[in-house]
Structures are given as C-alpha cells and as structure tokens.
C-alpha cells in the first residue's frame, strides 16, 4: 500500500463555546470544521496508521468539540473507527498492513498503573482516549495505538458497525456486567443514538425491554427496535414501570439528570440505576437505595476485547444500527445534526 504524502482531515481550530458548558455566556461560539491537508506521518513504535473506511460521528464529540474534556487545539475528533491498516512500525509483531481494524474511545493504556495491572484497562489512569487526547478518526488517516487496536472482521459493513465502536460497545459492555437476572425488565431511558442499541443488545441478551422517550413519533420505532412497550417520559413513566413489577435495571442514554429522580421510583426492589449518559447532577434517593438495595452506577465504554464482543454479538444475533452517511466534505452537516439531536440515529462519515 502505497501511502500519500498527506492526508484530509476534518480540522477544528479553536473550541466551539456553548451555553451548555457555561451558561453565563454572552455570545456562543459555534464549533467549525475545515478541511485541512496534514502530511502524513508513519506510525512509530507502540502505532499502527490507519487508512479509515468510515467514522462515526458521536454525541461526545460536542463534549470534545467545545473543549469540555481538555483535547488541545487544533484537534481532529472521531472515536468511532473503522478501517485498514495501512503501515506499521519495523517492531509490530502482531498487527498486519490489510487487517481490518477500529478505533473506540478506549484508544490506550500504561499496562504499568495498578488498574492496568488489575486488568481494568478502561480505569487506566494515564488512558489514551482516540479523538480526545490524540488526533481521532474525523480524517482520512489516523494512527492507533497497538494495544487498543480492535480486529473488525472484514464481512460487516464498515459503516453501520463503525458506531458499535462506542455507543454500542458501551450499552452492550455495561449491560453484560450489570447481572441482571435473565427475563428480567430492562427500562431503557431516551431512543437515540446509544437509546436504539441499548433497546437491541438488552432485548437479544435475553431481557423484557421497555422504552421511555418523550417524543411520541419515537414509539413505533422503538417498538421495532424490540420494545414491548413504549412509555412517554411525560406521563409518569416510574409508575408504568410500578405496575410492570418495577425495572431491574433502568438504562439513561438521554442526557437529562432529572430523569435519574423522575424514574427511580420505577426501580424493581435491588435494582440497578445505570448510567451511560453525560447528564450532569442528578439526585438518586438513598432511602430506596438502602432499604430496597438499589444501586446507581455508570459505565464508561471498553476495551478492545469488549468492542470486539459487541460486534461478534451484533453480527450473531441481529443488532442493527441505523445510521445516515454523510462525506468527509459533509462533516460540518453531520456534526450539527448530532449537536442539534436530530441525527436518525447515527451519522457516520464514509470515505472513498
Ligand atoms: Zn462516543
Ligand atoms: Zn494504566
């Protein structure tokens, strides 16, 4: 594979301002993308380089994108990869030029910090995180680190799997670990972007799954989603729940922490309020909490071996993102139909 001297790349100069993150702004400053051609570098040890085949775009990149998670500027965001590798350094004894990979969140680990040596790489306390502290997939090259490097097999279509590399493998990976006892009720809080995935994997896992959203035109869709239920946030949802028998585990994909206080009274007796959602402050009640044992907890995403699993999962038993697709060219449409929630569910950007 012969490689360019430089590459496009969805470049953001400076940091977007939003109300969102300071809400004593007088004047928000929208966030700007610019095709840019950056030479191209070959990857170093410990780096395979990636030539990207398609890239999601996420609801954290409005996160990353306005600066609210530290990534220096300029910045190329995009955490949710898939493609080939292109190059490797002299020293890469695993990864192969032609191996279809991706690249999630998780985009490293030290191996050496005592987390690491748990093997709790996602707590990793010096992690590498792809589109946050390095340049991410928003490009038509991007370098990997070798730990963290996903095998994608190469008969899934690069651009409906390119998601799972975070929003599913977030629902799917939190939801593996919240033991929920099979045929147990699943209430899943928001039909979006992570909201669709998280209805598909917990009903293919083996769960009742119910949906809350607040937009009434989102029923049907989570009905086909696998739902057996749809219930408007608006319209008392907790007691829905109640009359179910309570949720054994409630999933937030929405971003609203008042959903946290408005569903909890929904929870089963043990059950688990789980949290995949940036929503800020939110208010758990810990009188339920001890005398009915309920817990809350949040869950970041997973590491290559977990990425790897939600998409063997999604490809066995049918879990299907719906995404749009848009060009490299089209970065700034998809961006703010994701900053804006209209994205229907997920925007990926394919390249030729
Ligand atoms: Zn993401
Ligand atoms: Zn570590």
Same mark, same amino acid.
């Given at each position: 594979m012969s490689l360019p001297p430089t590459f496009k790349a969805a470049v953001v100069e400076t940091a977007g301002k939003s109300k969102l993150y300071d809400p004593s702004l007088q004047q928000e400053v929208p966030v700007k993308f610019e095709l840019k051609d950056i030479p191209l570098k070959k990857p170093t040890y410990g780096y395979v380089l990636v030539k990207v085949i398609a890239s999601g775009v996420c609801g954290s990149d409005v996160h990353v994108l306005n600066g609210a998670v530290g990534s220096q500027f300029p910045h190329v965001a995009g955490h949710e990869i898939i493609g080939e590798i292109a190059a490797i350094p002299e020293t890469e *004894?695993? %990864?192969?030029?032609? *191996?279809? =990979?991706?690249?999630?969140?998780?985009?490293?680990?030290?191996?050496?910090?005592?987390? $690491?040596k748990r093997g709790e790489f996602l707590l990793c306390e010096k992690e590498a995180v792809n589109g946050v502290s390095m340049w991410g997939g928003l490009a038509e090259y991007v370098l990997l680190r070798r730990e963290a490097v996903v095998? =994608?097999?190469? *008969? &899934? *279509?690069?651009?409906?799997?390119?998601?799972?590399? $975070?929003?599913? &493998?977030? &629902?799917?990976?939190?939801?593996?670990?919240m033991h929920i006892r099979h045929g147990g009720l699943v209430a899943v809080a928001g039909v979006g972007g992570l909201g669709h995935l998280a209805v598909q994997y917990a009903r293919k896992m083996g769960y009742k799954v119910v949906a809350i959203a607040r937009d009434p035109a989102k029923r049907d869709e989570a009905l086909k989603f696998g739902a057996s239920a749809y219930f408007d946030r608006t319209h008392n949802a907790a007691e829905e729940l109640k009359k179910l028998g309570g949720a054994d585990c409630i999933v937030l994909t929405a971003n609203n922490g008042n959903l946290v206080s408005q569903l909890q009274p929904g929870l089963a007796r043990g059950g688990t309020f789980l949290t995949v959602a940036i929503a800020g402050n939110a208010t758990f009640d810990? &009188?339920?909490? =001890? =005398?009915?044992?309920?817990?809350?907890?949040? %869950?970041? $995403?997973g590491s290559a071996i977990d990425s790897e699993d939600a998409i063997d999962f999604a490809k066995n038993f049918g879990v299907e993102c719906a995404i749009q697709k848009y060009s490299l060219d089209q970065i700034q449409e998809a961006y703010d139909s994701v900053d804006q929630g209209k994205a229907r569910y997920r925007n990926v950007i394919v390249f030729q």
């Amino acid at each position: 594979m012969s490689l360019p001297p430089t590459f496009k790349a969805a470049v953001v100069e400076t940091a977007g301002k939003s109300k969102l993150y300071d809400p004593s702004l007088q004047q928000e400053v929208p966030v700007k993308f610019e095709l840019k051609d950056i030479p191209l570098k070959k990857p170093t040890y410990g780096y395979v380089l990636v030539k990207v085949i398609a890239s999601g775009v996420c609801g954290s990149d409005v996160h990353v994108l306005n600066g609210a998670v530290g990534s220096q500027f300029p910045h190329v965001a995009g955490h949710e990869i898939i493609g080939e590798i292109a190059a490797i350094p002299e020293t890469e *004894d695993h %990864w192969q030029i032609g *191996d279809r =990979v991706g690249g999630g969140w998780h985009g490293g680990h030290c191996h050496f910090c005592k987390y $690491c040596k748990r093997g709790e790489f996602l707590l990793c306390e010096k992690e590498a995180v792809n589109g946050v502290s390095m340049w991410g997939g928003l490009a038509e090259y991007v370098l990997l680190r070798r730990e963290a490097v996903v095998s =994608v097999p190469k *008969d &899934v *279509d690069p651009a409906s799997y390119a998601p799972i590399l $975070c929003a599913g &493998v977030t &629902v799917f990976n939190s939801l593996r670990n919240m033991h929920i006892r099979h045929g147990g009720l699943v209430a899943v809080a928001g039909v979006g972007g992570l909201g669709h995935l998280a209805v598909q994997y917990a009903r293919k896992m083996g769960y009742k799954v119910v949906a809350i959203a607040r937009d009434p035109a989102k029923r049907d869709e989570a009905l086909k989603f696998g739902a057996s239920a749809y219930f408007d946030r608006t319209h008392n949802a907790a007691e829905e729940l109640k009359k179910l028998g309570g949720a054994d585990c409630i999933v937030l994909t929405a971003n609203n922490g008042n959903l946290v206080s408005q569903l909890q009274p929904g929870l089963a007796r043990g059950g688990t309020f789980l949290t995949v959602a940036i929503a800020g402050n939110a208010t758990f009640d810990t &009188v339920p909490a =001890v =005398v009915q044992k309920q817990a809350f907890r949040g %869950w970041p $995403c997973g590491s290559a071996i977990d990425s790897e699993d939600a998409i063997d999962f999604a490809k066995n038993f049918g879990v299907e993102c719906a995404i749009q697709k848009y060009s490299l060219d089209q970065i700034q449409e998809a961006y703010d139909s994701v900053d804006q929630g209209k994205a229907r569910y997920r925007n990926v950007i394919v390249f030729q």
